[in-house]
Nanobody
Framework: VQLQASGGGLVQAGGSLTLSCTAS????????MAWYRQAPGKEREWVAE?????STQYENSVKGRFTISLDKTTMYLQMNSLKPEDTAIYYC????????????WGQGTLVTVSS
């Protein structure tokens, strides 16, 4: 399974961006997908997740500003009211099942929010 993330860029504080992540290959069952981010000098942190059935969860600091969605095998993260502290490399993650459960990571896309 390959995960291809895109949509990052430079945006001013208060602006919006939409990230996407497409899963391809022999997927089997897509149990769920998630976004993580890693800011400079910090550890990678979980941002939001969505199950194959569409249930969503968000990290507290992005609730009400970010919206995660899933369309077949493409996951989106609509990010509104961006803040400088949202600056990070955003990684997509997927859990699939096909003769076992597997975790997959995308290559990351950089989001920079200027003040």
């Amino acid at each position: 399974v390959q995960l291809q993330a895109s949509g990052g860029g430079l945006v001013q504080a208060g602006g919006s961006l939409t990230l996407s992540c497409t899963a391809s290959g022999t997927i089997g069952t897509l149990n769920g997908m998630a976004w993580y981010r890693q800011a400079p000098g910090k550890e990678r942190e979980w941002v939001a997740e969505i199950t194959g059935a569409g249930s969503t969860q968000y990290e507290n600091s992005v609730k009400g500003r970010f919206t995660i969605s899933l369309d077949k095998t493409t996951m989106y993260l609509q990010m509104n009211s961006l803040k400088p502290e949202d600056t990070a490399i955003y990684y997509c993650h997927a859990v699939t099942t096909l003769n076992g459960e597997y975790n997959w990571w995308g290559q990351g896309t950089l989001v920079t929010v200027s003040s």
